[in-house]
């Protein structure tokens, strides 16, 4: 089974930075795009960012200018490259992926890690 696992969460004060990154292990035969998605408290699950697999990336507007998204293909990794963090951006990040599997349809598949708590203090 394909599995994404995150990590580099945890807590950072106002205008901190932080690195998450989103390892993918499994049966992967390539992985296509992959994003970060967040979700504060009380609210809904918001996209933040997303990078082709060619490194085409993307940003929510509230994040522009401050975080990064990159991916290493050949460790299957994907990263998170947060700075000039506020209170506003504590949350749960989650990974997402769509994978091709070596074995299967071939169709990507969309899998999702559990997620790593960012906590930004005032």
């Known amino acids: 089974q394909v599995q994404l696992v995150e990590s580099g969460g945890g807590l950072v004060q106002s205008g901190g930075s932080l690195r998450l990154s989103c390892a993918a292990s499994?049966?992967?035969?390539?992985?296509?795009?992959m994003g970060w998605y967040r979700q504060a408290p009380g609210k809904e699950r918001e996209w933040v960012a997303h990078?082709?697999?060619?490194?085409?990336?993307n940003y929510t507007d509230s994040v522009k200018g401050r975080v990064t998204i990159s991916r290493d293909n050949a460790k299957n990794t994907a990263y998170l490259q947060m700075n000039s963090l506020k209170p506003d951006d504590t949350a749960v990040y989650y990974c997402?992926?769509?994978?091709?599997?070596?074995?299967?349809?071939?169709?990507?598949?969309?899998?999702w890690g559990k997620g790593t708590l960012v906590t930004v203090s005032s």
């Open positions: 997402s992926a769509n994978v091709l599997r070596t074995w299967g349809p071939r169709v990507g598949l969309r899998y």
């Open positions: 499994g049966p992967i035969l390539t992985i296509n795009d």
């Open positions: 990078i082709t697999s060619g490194g085409t990336t």
